[in-house]
């Protein structure tokens, strides 16, 4: 069926180390890519996304990169802080659904 | 500039009882309104979404249902609660392009 696949399920990184987090997909007609922050208790926020006409995208210390051949899209995030702890999702369109989320990745920062 | 609102925040109910939470949104016209569920520690799962008054498109069977009274007004409901029903709620809209924004979600725990 239509999935999304997110790896890992938990990462921990050293403040100012670096930390990607990958996801796949199953729609090769899939075109937007969106990641979304969400701190304990809130709505997750968008952070960045990327279109299918586009291979990597960058917004200060976060990039997102496309790969539609293997059908991939990653989340890097540099220099981390503490303040970068949360949980991080991935998406993208499937079939008819409008946005089917990855499981999502609990990253910690430690100081 | 837009605003999305859902309330209550939190809430407790027993078994059997009758659920309403509310999504609103200000500062757009006639968005797409959608209705998620977050289990403690997963991931986004869709339960229904909307392109316009009385229009509810559903993704998952289950006791609960939606409606929308008002252009910008999406509301989620059941009749008799299920303990399987708690979880973090969450309303998000889109204007027609890919982009979900998120509301601040309702904790419900149903005892």
């Known amino acids: 069926g239509e999935n999304v696949e997110q790896h890992p399920s938990t990462l921990s990184v050293q403040e100012g180390d670096s930390a990607v987090i990958k996801c796949t997909y199953s729609?090769?007609?899939?075109?937007?890519f969106p990641w979304y922050k969400q701190e304990l208790g809130k709505g997750p926020q968008l952070i960045i996304d990327i279109r299918s006409n586009v291979g990597e995208k960058k917004d200060q210390r976060i990039a997102v990169t496309l790969n539609k051949t293997a059908k991939h899209f990653s989340l890097h995030i540099t220099e981390t802080q503490p303040e970068d702890s949360a949980v991080y999702f991935c998406a993208t369109p499937l079939g008819n659904t409008p946005l089917v989320f990855g499981k999502g990745t609990r990253l910690s920062v430690i100081a | 500039s837009q605003t999305i609102h859902q309330w209550p925040a939190t809430l407790v109910q027993p078994v059997g009882s009758p659920l309403s939470l509310e999504c609103t949104v200000e500062?757009?016209?006639?968005?797409?309104l959608y209705w998620y569920r977050q289990a403690a520690g997963r991931g986004l799962q869709l339960l229904f979404y909307s392109v316009g008054i009385g229009q509810i498109s559903s993704e998952v069977p289950q006791n609960l249902s939606a409606s929308r009274p008002q252009d910008r007004q999406f509301i989620l409901s059941s009749k008799k609660l299920l303990l399987s029903d708690s979880g973090f709620y969450l309303c998000?809209?889109?204007?027609?392009?890919?982009?979900?924004?998120f509301g601040p979600g309702t904790r419900l725990t149903v005892l």
């Open positions: 729609d090769s007609a899939s075109n937007y």
């Open positions: 500062g757009t016209s006639n968005p797409n």
């Open positions: 998000a809209w889109t204007t027609g392009a890919d982009t979900q924004y």
